[in-house]
């Protein structure tokens, strides 16, 4: 892996695609990708299994985008990040499974999921990384697109909601939403544990 994230990096620095100075942070940004996408494969073979393919695509197309560029938590090592992952994919499934479709619960419980997604992407994004330096330039483009995200993903459940009220696809959807801004929370958390425990030292 870091032998071809090297290799990239530098095809893209010598055809002056990017800088120097941005050669660790494509590196970094490749390795994420590369890895995320064997992660999430791996989660959609699982759902074909557990029968719930459709929805499970449904969630990671809201999810990975706002993860992208709104940003979350990040876990210290790989297989640690992946336990995560299928941790959440399995409450995900649960809470689809066990969650009345059409149903006032579900209504409820979606509204309150888009509502605290919108205030904590729009109050935190981007959520700044340690493994990640970027300028102010880099932060307020993510932040600029992870809002346009945002609001897209808002208008198109508000009109699916009102057009053929909520089911379990579109549940679904709000809980990939929902599932990015935890994440972004439990950035936060992590990172001011950490601010704390080098001011202990």
Not at 79 to 107: G, Q, T
């Amino acid at each position: 892996m870091t032998g071809f994230t090297k290799f990239i990096a530098n095809v893209l620095y010598e055809s002056k695609i990017i800088s120097e100075d941005e050669i660790s942070i494509i590196r970094y940004g490749i390795e994420v990708f590369i890895l995320s996408v064997f992660e999430v494969l791996s989660i959609i073979v699982i759902s074909i299994f557990a029968g719930n393919f459709a929805e499970t695509l449904l969630y990671f197309a809201a999810f990975i985008p706002l993860r992208v560029y709104a940003g979350g938590y990040h876990a210290d090592t790989r297989i640690r990040c992946y336990i995560i992952l299928v941790a959440v994919y399995v409450i995900f499934y649960a809470v689809i499974r066990f969650v009345p479709p059409h149903s006032y619960i579900m209504f409820l419980t979606a509204a309150i999921s888009v509502a605290f997604s919108v205030i904590v992407i729009i109050a935190f994004s981007p959520i700044k990384n340690h493994a990640k330096k970027s300028g102010y330039s880099v932060r307020s483009k993510y932040r600029k697109i992870s809002i346009i995200l945002l609001l897209v993903q808002v208008v198109a459940i508000a009109v699916l909601v009102f057009k053929i009220g909520i089911n379990t696809y579109l549940f679904a959807f709000i809980l990939g939403q929902l599932s990015a801004a935890i994440s972004m929370i439990a950035a936060i958390i992590k990172n001011f544990l950490r601010g704390e425990a080098k001011k202990d030292e």
